[in-house]
């Protein structure tokens, strides 16, 4: 009986691996099975021609760079809301604070908000402050959606330092200001991972850019113009009812799936190259 | 010497003849000295120190001894302060230290701590390289010149015999050190911000028997400049290398005096038991 038992747990531990391989083999493979013969080069250097949705010419570079402009601009904006946050909650309040309980617990609240509800909110939000649909619009919204998830996880890595460098650096008399700096660079590669996990959530989200940066066919030249998404195009070339466009979706697909990628390899290198001194 | 204060004058003129070091007691009274007067120490419900009243002489080591939760770190950290970090640490007495009382309002928390370089129990390497580590603490202080950085940090390199070990290297990571020469090197940058007082928290305790002697020779060395007080639980670490011991126990001092003497000569019980093993 008892082997039994050990026997069944271990199927259904192998089980839930394979059902894990499974999904994302599946995943990938529908989107390059479907994908790949629509991927072209026009597919990531023009923007739609008149046509475009009725499978004649064109590519979806309008939304490849809406998608890499509003991601950029939303990840600086965060950066620069977070590390200050995480560092005073860390670093400058007491361990058992009541205000860095109060600020992590909201952050889990605003980590649960759906992104439609981000949407709607930016969207009220650029209404009040007398904006247009632009990509102004989506890098602020899209900067809300991801900097929950980016001080939770710069949080994380910077509850985990020990105790003992920050004491070393107050030691040789640092003011906390100059312990943060020197922190902060043992704390690159968990910035990177907050980084990463933040733009995974941003690129990929639809609902938040869908009222507040819009759709268009042209690539934006200023904040104040409207902005095409990845995600977006996706969406509206898997609706359309030619064959030909819906495969470009899957190969828009690709496309975002790659820039992730890329996007993630290159963030690790710089990441090591920075704190090649950690210890 | 570590004596309570009331026995501090006769200590102090009477010269320990038989304590084969070279200890400049008359000095004792002088200004470069760390006086504790009354000092009583809470964490949260806890009394951790009691009443401790103690002057350490300068220019000698002075050696902490006692049972593990005796409360020898508490009593290091509130010598620069940085129990500053744990709110729930209530500290009441008075610490002087160049007849500077460090608990007084108004008093510099960075400029109390840069008189103290503190060698930790494990090294600690800040995330940067060699040379870095040891500038370090002169550049937030102020030095700017490339020239005097150089200087400064080749200076103290050799001090704690670590430069022709790195001299190659002095750019790569200090993480890519060997632990004992990171304990060096932590060293080195404590000096490097030119303190009066060196504590260290069993700084050899998780050092091989090799760095550990290194360590030690260092620190007999530093005691012609510096006032050395180590924390320690190794008794024969304390029997080699101190001038003076403290015993605690359970917060309290139970006895000091001159090394010779506390060993030979212990005047308490407790001590004797201490001494003989009979808990530890």
């Known amino acids: ?279 | 010497m570590i004596i309570p204060n009331q026995q501090l004058e006769t200590l102090t003129v009477n010269p320990a003849k038989e304590i084969n070091r070279t200890a400049p007691l008359k000095k004792v009274m002088n200004n470069h000295t760390i006086r504790i007067e009354n000092l009583n120490v809470y964490i949260e419900d806890q009394h951790i120190l009691k009443d401790i009243n103690l002057a350490i002489p300068e220019k000698s080591i002075t050696c902490i001894i006692g049972p593990s939760g005796c409360g020898k770190t508490t009593f290091l950290k509130t010598l620069n302060r940085m129990h500053d970090e744990t709110p729930e640490v209530k500290i009441k007495g008075k610490v002087y230290i160049d007849d500077l009382n460090i608990y007084e309002k108004g008093v510099n928390v960075i400029d109390t701590r840069k008189k103290m370089g503190l060698l930790a129990q494990r090294p600690c390497p800040l995330p940067m390289s060699i040379f870095d580590n040891v500038a370090y603490g002169p550049r937030i202080h102020g030095t700017k010149r490339r020239k005097a950085i150089n200087h400064i940090v080749i200076q103290y390199l050799q001090y704690v015999g670590l430069w022709d070990e790195v001299r190659g290297r002095v750019r790569s990571p200090a993480s890519r050190l060997s632990i004992g020469q990171q304990q060096r090197l932590c060293l080195a940058r404590g000096l490097a911000i030119e303190p009066e007082y060196i504590l260290g928290d069993e700084a050899t305790s998780s050092l091989d028997p090799l760095s550990t002697k290194i360590i030690e020779e260092l620190f007999i060395k530093l005691k012609e400049k510096y006032t050395v007080i180590l924390v320690t639980h190794t008794l024969r670490q304390a029997r080699r290398i101190a001038d003076y011991i403290v015993f605690m126990y359970l917060g309290k001092i139970i006895e000091s005096g001159p090394t010779e003497e506390f060993f030979n000569n212990p005047k308490k019980q407790l001590t004797r038991e201490y001494l003989s093993g009979s808990f530890s």
């Open chain 1, 1 to 279: 009986m008892k082997y039994f038992e050990e026997k069944i747990f271990k199927i259904i531990m192998i089980g839930a691996a394979v059902i894990i391989l499974g999904v994302l083999v599946y995943i990938i493979g529908t989107i390059f099975y479907k994908g790949v013969p629509s991927l072209t080069w026009d597919m990531i250097t023009k923007v739609p021609s008149g046509g475009f949705y009725l499978g004649k010419e064109g590519g979806v570079l309008n939304a490849i760079a809406g998608s890499v402009f509003i991601i950029i601009g939303s990840l600086a904006i965060s950066l620069l809301i977070s590390i200050p946050l995480v560092m005073y909650i860390n670093f400058y309040l007491p361990k058992k604070s009541l205000f860095s309980n109060v600020i992590r617990f909201s952050l889990d609240i605003l980590f649960g908000v759906p992104s439609i509800v981000y949407g709607a909110f930016g969207f009220a939000l650029m209404v009040y402050l007398g904006i247009k649909v632009s990509l102004m619009g989506g890098i602020i919204t899209v900067a809300m959606l991801i900097m929950p998830i980016m001080m939770r996880s710069l949080d994380e890595v910077t509850r985990l330092l020990s105790r003992e460098l920050p004491d070393a650096l107050l030691s040789l008399g640092s003011t906390k200001y100059e312990m943060t700096k020197v922190l902060l660079r043992q704390l690159m590669p968990g910035l990177m991972t907050a980084i990463l996990l933040a733009m995974g959530r941003g690129i990929g989200d639809a609902a938040t850019v869908l009222f507040t940066a819009g759709y268009t066919d042209n690539i934006p030249s200023s904040l104040g113009q409207p902005a095409a998404t990845l995600p977006l195009a996706i969406f509206f070339q898997l609706g359309s009812p030619v064959e030909e466009v819906q495969n470009r979706g899957y190969a828009s697909a690709i496309i975002l799936t790659v820039i992730i990628l890329i996007l993630s390899f290159s963030a690790r290198y710089f990441s090591s190259k920075f704190s090649k001194n950690k210890i």
